[in-house]
């Protein structure tokens, strides 16, 4: 404050004195961005739905701790093949490295999505960062049948 209120004596005593060029921002503030999200409806009624999304990590790394939605209830899960049994495991989060892509998809981490009822459109999905940082998007609702939307970072073994 008192260094701040000297440069400001210093810039009206000297208005010719040349600024200083701006320092370049050392703490890279981007956050972090969710994109392509989808959720597929349970064939089954009364069964979980999938959720996928894709997150692209901003310029601090985080950690995914949360995700929610209204009405429902919202486990992030991952999936493994132990001797070609599928299993899926809950996961209480989810490492989000700068800058990185990090994918909830088929056949991989995933969103479960408890208590979803009637044919929803859309699902408000908010994630909640360790940061503190939270980012709300909004996931496409299909039909158990349809297909899985055109992804441009689809991942491989999406068949
Ligand atoms: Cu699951």
Known sequence: MLLRAAALVLLIAAPTLAAPPPVKEAWDQTSAVASNAWVRAAAVPGRPAAGYLTIKGGGQPDTLVEVTAPGVRVEMHSMSMDGGVMKMAKLDSVPVPAGATVGFAP?????????????????????????????????????????????????????
């Open 107 to 159: 056949g991989g981490n995933h969103l479960m999505i408890f208590g979803m009822s009637g044919a929803p459109k859309t699902l408000p999905l908010t994630l909640k960062f360790r940061s503190g940082a939270t980012l709300t998007t909004t996931a496409d609702v299909r039909a158990p049948s349809d297909a899985a939307p055109a992804n441009p970072h689809a991942m491989h073994g999406q068949h």
